[in-house]
DNA sequence: CATGAATGAGCTTTCATTCAT
DNA sequence: AATGAATGAAAGCTCATTCAT
């Protein structure tokens, strides 16, 4: 009894996993559903018991592995009160989530974007959920007095996000390292600190350059 | 002889153009070739005349905006010697460039990740050397002693136009404009020159927000 | 014991009942059988206990639909000597199992053609018989010199089943009704009758049209 | 050039031959695309050059026999006047033309009744356009004091035609024959004739059974 | 008997690419 | 150089049937 149901999960568990090694490897297009079906250890019919579509596949797994970085960046902000503190460790969890689950963020990286604009009807509502904690990192900033009001959290969101979602398809993309993802996390948070503090003696804090 | 050279040039003209409106409403992958040729006013063979297959389009298409790219941005950099401004401009050249030829920026967002991926044996060079104009700027100002020596110029170029790229993915996905892109240049810049000035002397200049 | 069979009659009935629905409205490869178990409310696999597979739900439909038409004819004949009043008697008791039976109407107008060819092995034999009743009825007319001895009853059987079926198909694919299905059962059975009889006296007779 | 056009036709008609054949053979939801395409002796991809899809190539069929058979009727009624004679001609021709065409019989026999049902949006014009002719000719009758006026010329059309697709049936369905096309004709003929005249001197000269 | 998850063969249709004209 | 009809491989998805429970 509770080895069928484990059976049942084990199946969507599995499909999604063979998704995401083939969606990570030919990207969306050029994966055949068979392959997953393949990798999966299962029929190809029996995909469909647990998907609509090819779409779902996609979408289901965009789902999956954002509901795992909220929740994994949650665990990490928890108990910090100062939002430099806060931004400084999301571009390090982001940034070692990356590289400890590369074949997710080849995805999110490379299928997100046609998603947002070819997947009928969808809209990336986890994604959304995760970028909008940035946002309220730098509204609570401002909210302190820490972060210049004058910035909009929303184009600071927007440039933080997309500093390290840049440094992430360096990641992803090529093989060479030339530095950590610590130190890239530490630059790229300092840069913003530093450009976003409110005077001179938070400038002069946040830019103790290691 | 020189008609022939014209009208074929007109039709690779045409049979680009078409590609670039078809790729920008539908993605790569959903185009059909007999589109472009339809929009191109040309026969689906002809098509092949000029291009090696579907793929050779985007490409061509990718050095051709680039091309253009960079002269626009070279031209609007021209006689500019301080790198604080050169960032500025930078900035506010590629986000009016994203919104003043949006169809581009749409295949560039969208369809330059994939390429990266999956178009075999493609390396684009030409955005490469783009962005290599940003390491330049960057390491400019650490040898002219304006900018941090400890920032690595490939992380704060990655950083950098990071922040801008997703600016304009929000540009060109959405269809809300809460601020202009001169404002979103602005901040951008104010951002990283305050984050990679060298003093707090250098830290106050860049600081005038507007 | 009894119970299991009752309740196992009950399964074949039901199984065969959401089977008359479905194939009624979609027609017999448009159907799924997951369909017809959902309308029994049974599971899939329990129409494989009842039935060999899809074509044997429709033969056995078939059989039962026939096996209640004849009877009912049989009983509607019963008693009656005059061929020329079972005539008319079969056509009214056709059509008015027709109107009074839909779905099944529909499922033998369509889908028994379809079966006489590509049915492999199956002759609807008691469409067969039935058929046979038409036959009896005017070489029995004959015997008692009633019907014209030139007459060959196969060909009267075809004319006369043809003419009701032709009028059954109107009724069941056409939502108008301009007539009665009795005026329809008067009319055929006095052409027939008239065309039929072997004199003017008979002819009048048979001609006293309502 | 000439040569071309004929070609393009060609593979029109070659695609219907062979459509003909396969749907003949096999009936329409049991028939493969492909193997129209073998025996066209196309490629598969050529047919959806010529038609949408597989429901558009049986209708096409309809049209194109129906088209055909039309003009042979009305070839054969021409210039005749008697509306009696004008039925006798219509069973005999529409009887005639099953047996020398009982391919194309036997896919408007069998799948005519589908399509009413299940091909959407199809409506078989030309089909009913063939049945009005009876109608016509009916009325026509009694418009001429011929036929009896009491009779409902959209009945008698249903059950002379009705009577004749019957016999087609047994002609398209079974191998054996116990009498000629020409005696089938002539007996239902004779049948409606005597059963729908006006009066007994007509009823006398109708009947002169062969 | 009953279930219903799993299977996988098989189908229609699409579309990049070719090539005879 | 230009055409566009023809190609045919390829893939997503369905659904009748099975079988372990």
Redesign the pocket.
Known sequence: ?K??KA??S??YRKILDGALKVFAKKGFY?????EI?RLA??????????F????DILISLFEDVMHYAIRRLEEALAGEEDPRRKLEIFALTHLSMIESNREAAEILQVEVRQSSKFLKDYHNEKFIQYLGMITDIVAEGQAKGIFRPEIKPEIARRAFFGALDEMSLYWVLSSRRDYSIETAARQISKIFLAGMVVNNEEAKEAAKWN
């Not at 050029?30 to 068979?34: D, L, R, T, Y």
């Not at 250890?41 to 647990?50: E, M, N, Q, S």
């Not at 609509?52 to 779409?55: E, G, I, P, S, V």
């Open positions: 009894m080895k069928d059976a049942k084990d199946k050029q994966s055949k559903v068979s079906a250890d299962v029929a190809d019919g029996t995909i469909y018991l647990y609509r579509n090819k779409d």
